[in-house]
């Protein structure tokens, strides 16, 4: 079944630019989504359609996708924005979701 | 404004079978496009998605669990319905109900799977 691979962990200190990098095959042909959660929380969505912000999520975040790689980058990141970190797309059908494996994001 | 509720038990013994309801407001899945999904979580793990109803009533399953779901929905009650069966321990987690490409998601219901 389809994939998708994040690294497990990313670690950076306040102010610089953290990126988490998301790998499918499927990714040129669909669509990537980022969702951040925080422990105990149901996952808000920061990124949608690639690199299209929703109301409300700083500017800081932005997305970027090339050939089968999607990439979340949070410049300057800032102690709240410590948490988990999942891309989601979909198969090159279009039927079936899935998640990457997550990466914790830790700013210290 | 769209919301989303989860519902159902929170203890489940082996072997039985789990419904969960979704609840909604703020849209309609009678509407061309509206698409909802479940998705869950085992305690301290990564997200999965389990399978989705569209507004047609085209449904799709987990590769993995498509043998044990079934989705289906209540256009006239705003819900969605997800049964699990043959429930095992390691079924045990968070699930949600989600509109995924909006970004609106309940906020989910624990269910834990012992005996």
């Known amino acids: 079944s389809y994939e998708l691979t994040q690294p497990p962990s990313v670690s950076v200190s306040p102010g610089q630019t953290a990126r988490i990098t998301c790998s499918g095959d499927a990714l040129p042909k669909k669509y990537g989504y980022w969702y951040q959660q925080k422990s105990g929380q149901a996952p808000v969505l920061v990124i949608y359609e690639d690199s299209k912000r929703p109301s409300g999520i700083p500017e800081r975040f932005s997305g970027s996708t090339s050939g089968t790689m999607a990439t979340l980058t949070i410049s300057g990141a800032q102690v709240e924005d410590e948490g988990d970190y999942y891309c989601y797309s979909t198969d090159s059908s279009g039927d079936h979701g899935v998640f990457g494996g997550g990466t914790k994001l830790t700013v210290l | 404004q769209v919301t989303l509720k989860e519902s159902g038990p929170a203890l489940v013994k082996p072997t039985q079978t789990l419904t969960l309801t979704c609840s909604f407001s703020?849209?309609?899945?009678?509407?061309?496009?509206?698409?909802v999904s479940w998705i869950r979580q085992p305690p301290g793990k990564a997200l999965e998605w389990l399978a989705r109803?569209?507004?047609?009533?085209?449904?799709f399953y987990s590769a993995s669990l498509k043998t044990r779901l079934t989705v289906s929905k209540d256009t006239s009650k705003n819900q969605v319905v997800l049964t699990m069966t043959n429930i095992d321990p390691v079924d045990t987690g968070t699930y949600y109900c989600a509109r995924l490409t909006e970004g609106n998601w309940g906020q989910g219901t624990l269910v834990t799977v012992s005996s």
């Open positions: 109803i569209d507004w047609d009533d085209n449904k």
């Open positions: 703020g849209f309609s899945l009678s509407t061309s496009g509206m698409r």
